[in-house]
């Protein structure tokens, strides 16, 4: 399926500095794929260096917000989040500067 | 399993309601303000005719006149102002987002603004921190701060906190005012102004910056969330960029500073819905403004949760800096990773220059810093690069001749401030340098100590 992957905060950095991904993203069998899978996924195939200031265990570190179409993914079910095709998937680092 | 998976099911359902309640809620609160202002207007008019022309809100003919383009707003009006001229609100941080803050405050005409910063005026803020001026320079940001407020408005009642935010006198600070505004730069700062207004019951409007992007959201303001709802666990220090390491674009926290004046206005005035439960994100290199909903209000939250016993004695108590693993203060850290063996300072440098020994200087500074200055004759090698290029370090010291005394030519490895220079000595030493060595505090200490027209940044 389609996705809009964005990267925001500083986490681009982690790949490439790009912020915009447009990916397509095997879901296997299923056409739908939840969260936790394209975290990994990301981790595999989009983020280049230091994978630890992206993922903390099976989630994002502590600090990273995830929007899924504009909305918290805690209201939508954090890692089981079931995306779906053209989905945007925004990952931001918070900011403390000023 | 199945029941409970119902229960969670429900509970959602409920709280989708909820949210669409209360949405419908404010809707209707908008709508009765906008009819209370409308019928103020009316009665006002029929007042004036009955009382000389001295209306019941209690403002000033001066007043009036400061005031009339807030006043003509319809849905700001002479209700909206009179409450602001009742209101208060405390500004932490004196910088690139408190400076745009303070002014529109401070124009505005609130009764009572709070200035807190423990920081002096610097050159290099002046790019972004558009409330302070040349001549001001070397002087405490409250002070100057203070005195371009009341330019602007000198009806305006101004209190100086001269010092930093710390669980010590927060609280003590924090309650005498209605608003909050979390204008800072560093984490364990943004968790104890959070966990001071929370245990106050204050609201908080909070925005950051840093290079070009910000954020912006309000906290702990009539049940929604507070900061610790969103962020329980502090990042790692390696997240937590700094303006005076990554650099901002001036206007992008102007923006953001702005925003936060605009909310804080908003709230004390009880005009227009403020950014709780929401985040506003600004991406300014593709001009773009998101503004994405977030979770509400968390009933495990440590410190506003169902559950939370978190008092002022324990707000008190709470190690912010041991919590976050970073200091308050914004001193840059000074690592010390190497023995005296391997590190010269900038003037022992400067004499094996005169000496004309033969070495090579690695600058180990990000490319984009290496272009503002550098010492001469360095070789750029970023810090992240030097694995990927140590054939041309090699090179580099094979090309020199060797020293009179017949040693083979010295490697020297520099930076900003002397922190990733021993990092990266540390790797060359892995990689066979065995003899290379750092300047002790960076391309700063020869700023400092050889040379005071080398420019610093």
Same mark, same amino acid.
């Given at each position: 399926?389609?996705?809009?992957?964005?990267?925001?905060?500083?986490?681009?950095?982690?790949?490439?500095?790009?912020?915009?991904?447009?990916?397509?993203?095997?879901?296997?069998?299923?056409?739908?794929?939840?969260?936790?899978?394209?975290?990994?996924?990301?981790?595999?195939?989009?983020?280049?260096?230091?994978? /630890?200031?992206?993922?903390?265990?099976?989630?994002?570190?502590?600090?990273?917000?995830?929007?899924?179409?504009?909305?918290?993914?805690?209201?939508?079910?954090?890692? /089981?989040?079931?995306? /779906?095709?053209?989905?945007?998937?925004?990952?931001?680092?918070?900011?403390?500067?000023? | 399993?199945?029941?409970?998976?119902?229960?969670?099911?429900?509970?959602?359902?409920?709280?989708?309601?909820?949210?669409?309640?209360?949405?419908?809620?404010?809707?209707?609160?908008?709508?009765?303000?906008?009819?209370?202002?409308?019928?103020?207007?009316?009665?006002?008019?029929?007042?004036?005719?009955?009382?000389?022309?001295?209306?019941?809100?209690?403002?000033?003919?001066?007043?009036?006149?400061?005031?009339?383009?807030?006043?003509?707003?319809?849905?700001?009006?002479?209700?909206?102002?009179?409450?602001?001229?009742?209101?208060?609100?405390?500004?932490?941080?004196?910088?690139?987002?408190?400076?745009?803050?303070?002014?529109?405050?401070?124009?505005?005409?609130?009764?009572?603004?709070?200035?807190?910063?423990?920081?002096?005026?610097?050159?290099?803020?002046?790019?972004?921190?558009?409330?302070?001026?040349?001549?001001?320079?070397?002087?405490?940001?409250?002070?100057?701060?203070?005195?371009?407020?009341?330019?602007?408005?000198?009806?305006?009642?101004?209190?100086?906190?001269?010092?930093?935010?710390?669980?010590?006198?927060?609280?003590?600070?924090?309650?005498?005012?209605?608003?909050?505004?979390?204008?800072?730069?560093?984490?364990?700062?943004?968790?104890? !102004?959070?966990?001071?207004?929370?245990?106050?019951?204050?609201?908080?409007?909070?925005?950051?910056? !840093?290079?070009?992007?910000?954020?912006?959201?309000?906290?702990?303001?009539?049940?929604?969330?507070?900061?610790?709802?969103?962020?329980?666990?502090?990042?790692?220090?390696?997240?937590?960029?700094?303006?005076?390491?990554?650099?901002?674009?001036?206007?992008?926290?102007? !923006?953001?500073?702005?925003?936060?004046?605009?909310?804080?206005?908003?709230?004390?005035?009880?005009?227009?819905?403020?950014?709780?439960?929401?985040?506003?994100?600004?991406?300014?290199?593709?001009?773009?403004?998101?503004?994405?909903?977030?979770?509400?209000?968390?009933?495990?939250?440590?410190?506003?949760?169902?559950?939370?016993?978190?008092?002022?004695?324990?707000?008190?108590?709470?190690?912010?800096?041991?919590?976050?693993?970073?200091?308050?203060?914004?001193?840059?850290?000074?690592?010390?990773?190497?023995?005296?063996?391997?590190?010269?300072?900038?003037?022992?440098?400067?004499?094996?220059?005169?000496?004309?020994?033969?070495?090579?200087?690695?600058?180990?500074?990000?490319?984009?810093?290496?272009?503002?200055?550098?010492?001469?004759?360095?070789?750029?090698?970023?810090?992240?690069?030097?694995?990927?290029?140590?054939?041309?370090?090699?090179?580099?010291?094979?090309?020199?001749?060797?020293?009179?005394?017949?040693?083979?030519?010295?490697?020297?490895?520099?930076?900003?401030?002397?922190?990733?220079?021993?990092?990266?000595?540390?790797?060359?030493?892995?990689?066979?340098?065995?003899?290379?060595?750092?300047?002790?505090?960076?391309?700063?200490?020869?700023?400092?100590?050889?040379?005071?027209?080398?420019?610093?940044?």
């Amino acid at each position: 399926m389609q996705l809009t992957l964005e990267f925001g905060g500083g986490l681009e950095l982690l790949c490439d500095s790009v912020k915009v991904h447009d990916v397509k993203v095997d879901g296997g069998d299923e056409k739908k794929m939840s969260m936790k899978n394209l975290l990994h996924w990301v981790r595999t195939n989009l983020i280049k260096e230091r994978p /630890e200031m992206f993922m903390k265990g099976d989630t994002v570190r502590p600090g990273i917000l995830v929007l899924v179409n504009d909305c918290d993914w805690e209201l939508s079910g954090q890692l /089981e989040t079931v995306l /779906e095709d053209k989905d945007v998937i925004v990952f931001i680092s918070t900011l403390h500067g000023g | 399993m199945a029941s409970s998976d119902g229960a969670v099911d429900d509970a959602s359902r409920i709280r989708r309601e909820i949210e669409a309640l209360k949405n419908e809620r404010s809707d209707i609160d908008r709508q009765i303000s906008d009819l209370e202002t409308q019928l103020r207007g009316l009665q006002s008019k029929t007042e004036v005719v009955h009382n000389d022309g001295l209306a019941a809100h209690g403002l000033s003919p001066d007043l009036i006149y400061r005031h009339s383009r807030h006043l003509m707003l319809p849905s700001f009006g002479v209700q909206g102002q009179s409450k602001l001229s009742k209101s208060s609100v405390l500004v932490v941080g004196a910088g690139g987002l408190g400076s745009p803050a303070l002014l529109y405050l401070a124009a505005c005409g609130l009764g009572k603004i709070g200035i807190v910063d423990h920081d002096v005026v610097e050159l290099n803020n002046l790019h972004r921190q558009v409330i302070h001026s040349e001549e001001y320079i070397g002087s405490p940001k409250v002070e100057s701060a203070a005195a371009a407020c009341l330019k602007i408005n000198s009806t305006v009642l101004i209190t100086k906190h001269q010092e930093a935010l710390r669980t010590t006198n927060a609280l003590d600070i924090v309650s005498k005012y209605d608003i909050v505004i979390d204008a800072t730069d560093n984490a364990p700062s943004r968790y104890l !102004i959070n966990d001071c207004c929370v245990v106050l019951g204050k609201p908080l409007v909070s925005g950051a910056a !840093i290079g070009m992007e910000g954020q912006l959201t309000v906290y702990n303001y009539k049940g929604g969330p507070c900061y610790r709802c969103l962020f329980p666990l502090p990042p790692p220090t390696t997240a937590c960029q700094r303006c005076s390491d990554s650099g901002v674009l001036g206007v992008v926290p102007g !923006i953001i500073g702005c925003l936060q004046a605009l909310e804080a206005i908003k709230i004390a005035s009880s005009v227009g819905e403020p950014l709780s439960g929401r985040m506003l994100l600004l991406d300014s290199l593709s001009t773009k403004i998101r503004i994405v909903k977030i979770r509400g209000r968390s009933s495990q939250c440590e410190v506003c949760g169902e559950n939370s016993f978190f008092t002022p004695q324990h707000f008190k108590g709470f190690d912010y800096e041991k919590f976050t693993q970073t200091p308050l203060s914004v001193a840059p850290v000074k690592l010390s990773l190497l023995t005296p063996d391997f590190r010269i300072t900038a003037k022992e440098y400067k004499q094996r220059i005169v000496q004309g020994e033969a070495h090579v200087l690695v600058d180990v500074r990000p490319e984009h810093h290496f272009k503002i200055v550098s010492l001469p004759n360095a070789l750029n090698i970023p810090l992240t690069m030097i694995e990927q290029r140590v054939g041309d370090i090699s090179s580099a010291l094979k090309e020199k001749q060797p020293n009179s005394s017949g040693s083979s030519p010295h490697l020297y490895v520099v930076c900003r401030r002397g922190n990733d220079s021993q990092r990266a000595v540390q790797l060359l030493h892995k990689l066979g340098f065995v003899a290379a060595r750092d300047i002790i505090g960076g391309i700063e200490s020869w700023a400092r100590e050889v040379d005071p027209k080398f420019p610093t940044y």
